[in-house]
């Protein structure tokens, strides 16, 4: 049986100087794994939809149900509890053991977790994947050169304010503008800053 580690980065911020030297260190001096058989897989904000693909190139082509695949924590196989499933799903059909580094010997699908310890793992799953879908959108909107943030505001704003200085009703600046009554309504309270 050959041991695999597996680690997904997510985050550039993860990667301090020497700590894939200390990761991998720490897999050799605790796990007794190769220096070869430990993958760190870097996986940017904008690949997010995708499956990891280094983890998915190791499950297909090199783990066999001899080997073991060890991993630190769930979202290490995937962005959503979908993506996780998958390969949890994968690995099953494989006979390909999965395994916490914190308890080397236990295979995940052996653990028997409780209703509330899996829903909050899911959850927090779940609220980690909808974080990075949103940095990955600011990173597109960047690249494409994308301004962030709300827009300032109805063009109808000023024209809204003048009228409503005019002396006009609600309904009449609607009506004058040809805009909806909840445009006017949004704009009326709204006071201009120069």
Known sequence: MTCYAYHRVRKAYQISPGWVEDYQQEMICNHSISKENIIIEY????????HPKGLMNLID????PNDLLMIDEL????NSTC????ILSRC???MIPVVFTSSSNRNIFDIKLNLHETIVMLSKIDESFNNRKKIKRCHIAI?????LGRPNGSKYNNLIQKLK?????QKEVAEI??????????YWNKIIIE
């Open 61 to 64: 082509y090199i783990l066999t």
């Open 83 to 86: 993506q996780i499933a998958d």
């Open 177 to 186: 503008l040809d805009i909806s009554i909840s445009t006017v309504k949004r």
């Open 143 to 147: 690249r494409n050169g994308n301004l």
């Open 43 to 50: 996986q940017s904000p904008t690949e997010i939809i995708h």
């Open 165 to 169: 200085s005019q002396g006009y009703k």
């Open 75 to 78: 979202e290490d196989l995937g």
């Open 92 to 94: 099953h059909e494989l």
